[in-house]
């Protein structure tokens, strides 16, 4: 599978080269995002502007990977999302509260959420 990446000091922005997630897929796209150089310690925002279809399983592996980070304490943001994938993943898991419109609104999400943990670790 090939994917789009850039790197940013503490985000990593991936985007999957394909137009459809499927049960084909599914598996290969977990693990291959989960393995991706550059991921340890960065936050994730997954740039799904070139997928316009999924099905139940390409939605879970999406799903899988975005928990994946918050279970490393990381943040994951979801962007360029079409309106019915969209409404797949609002459908499927309501704890999926990173969904950016654009591209500067993922960033700052995953940015925010980094300051939060910063600031609350000092606290302790």
Known sequence: MEFKIDTKEKILVVQPQISSL????ADAFVKEVSDLPGLEGRNL???L???SNTD??????ILTVYNQQYDSSLSCALTGLNS???AQIKAADENVV????TMLEAI?????????RELLGEDE
Not at 98 to 101: D, F, V, W
């Open 22 to 25: 499927d049960a084909n897929l």
């Open 45 to 47: 925002i997954l740039d």
């Open 49 to 51: 502007a070139l997928v």
């Open 56 to 61: 139940p399983a390409g939605l879970q592996a």
């Open 84 to 86: 019915e994938l969209l």
């Open 98 to 101: 990173n969904l950016a419109p």
């Open 108 to 116: 700052d999400l995953v940015m925010m959420e980094d300051l939060e």
